[in-house]
């Protein structure tokens, strides 16, 4: 059952649609939506998530992605420029992700 769903337009990192849905009584799943409807991914959350939250949960999932690439070498340019667009969401510690965002030592 859809408890709550956000809309996102333009698009979100390509999440379009995110549809809340209680499961259990105790837990909410949420599941992405590209712009065709397609579901891509889905999470648990123990209470529903407000849309900053839901927000900053794409983020980092686009952030683990994107290290993944890193990590198999196989990274594109276009990825490494949305990498820069998303260094605000980079955890201050995170050495790896903030060296290729090109974000300065302090």
């Known amino acids: 059952m859809v408890i709550r769903q956000f ?3 333009p698009p979100i990192n390509g999440v379009s649609r995110i549809e809340v849905g209680r499961i259990g ?3 909410d799943l949420y599941e992405l939506h590209d712009q065709s409807g397609k579901r ?3 999470k648990y959350f123990p209470e529903t998530p407000s849309r ?3 927000t900053e949960i794409i983020m980092k999932e ?3 992605y994107l290290r993944r ?4 070498e196989r990274i594109s340019y276009a990825e490494i420029a949305e990498l820069q667009s998303l260094s605000q969401y980079i955890a201050p510690g995170d050495v790896e992700l903030l060296e290729w965002a ?5």
């Open 69 to 72: 690439e890193i990590r198999a």
């Open 7 to 9: 809309e996102f337009d």
């Open 52 to 54: 900053e939250k839901v």
């Open 40 to 42: 891509w991914a889905y």
């Open 102 to 106: 090109g974000v300065p030592e302090h």
């Open 25 to 27: 009584g105790t837990r």
């Open 62 to 64: 686009r952030l683990e």
